[in-house]
T-cell receptor, first 113, second 111 residues
Framework: DTGVSQNPRHKITKRGQNVTFRCDPI?????LYWYRQTLGQGPEFLTYFQNEAQLEKSRLLSDRFSAERPKGSFSTLEIQRTEQGDSAMYLC???????????FGSGTRLTVV | TQLLEQSPQFLSIQEGENLTVYCNSS?????LQWYRQEPGEGPVLLVTVVTGGEVKKLKRLTFQFGDARKDSSLHITAAQPGDTGLYLC???????????FGDGTTLTVKP
């Protein structure tokens, strides 16, 4: 097993453009999570899936953010009309249950200029 | 909202010293995890504690979960430069769906 894979590792985009990130979780894990992390802060919850169902989405997340997990395998996170405040590390994680910790990917570093 | 406060925010020590970092909350958690994160990478899970009063040892690292399951500590013995990183704690509750993270302690171990 190669762990959780995220692509791309880095993305630089102009303000107003749309971006999409991909996460491939560990195949045996049915739970998949997206978090966002800015410098000096811990990861902030965005959304999570159990299999293909999106079970929770943070109230802090604007309508410009959308996530999918078709067929319960890989997931994509799309940000529309990016803003400079969206600049952050976007982390994907997977797990079998929520109680025993996550396996994180290496993250996608987004810079909005 | 369940919040986790970690202290100290920054810690810089010399190689060979011992240290303890803390993770505190006013909320009860079913389990608590500790992660270590290096710059530009995702957090890596170190340990999960689930029972109040539980102590787990991982080589030079000792993790303790408070009796009331609201707080935890991480003690490192004879710190090495390779221990440098951001140490994050995260709390989870059964059926809550997600873990809540603290803002971490940034540890620097100087050779």
């Amino acid at each position: 097993d190669t762990g959780v894979s995220q692509n791309p590792r880095h993305k630089i985009t102009k303000r107003g453009q749309n971006v999409t990130f991909r996460c491939d979780p560990i195949s045996e894990h049915n739970r998949l999570y997206w978090y966002r992390q800015t410098l000096g802060q811990g990861p902030e919850f965005l959304t999570y899936f159990q299999n293909e169902a999106q079970l929770e989405k943070s109230r802090l997340l604007s309508d410009r953010f959308s996530a999918e997990r078709p067929k319960g395998s890989f997931s994509t996170l799309e940000i529309q009309r990016t803003e400079q405040g969206d600049s952050a590390m976007y982390l994907c994680a997977s797990s079998r249950t929520e109680a025993y910790g996550y396996t994180f990917g290496s993250g996608t570093r987004l810079t909005v200029v | 909202t369940q919040l986790l406060e970690q202290s100290p925010q920054f810690l810089s020590i010399q190689e060979g010293e011992n240290l303890t970092v803390y993770c505190n909350s006013s909320s009860v958690f079913s389990s608590l995890q500790w992660y270590r994160q290096e710059p530009g990478e995702g957090p890596v899970l170190l340990v999960t504690v689930v029972t109040g009063g539980e102590v787990k040892k991982l080589k030079r690292l000792t993790f303790q979960f408070g009796d009331a399951r609201k707080d935890s500590s991480l003690h490192i013995t004879a710190a090495q430069p390779g221990d440098t990183g951001l140490y994050l704690c995260a709390g989870a509750n059964t059926n809550a769906g997600k873990s809540t993270f603290g803002d971490g302690t940034t540890l620097t171990v100087k050779p």
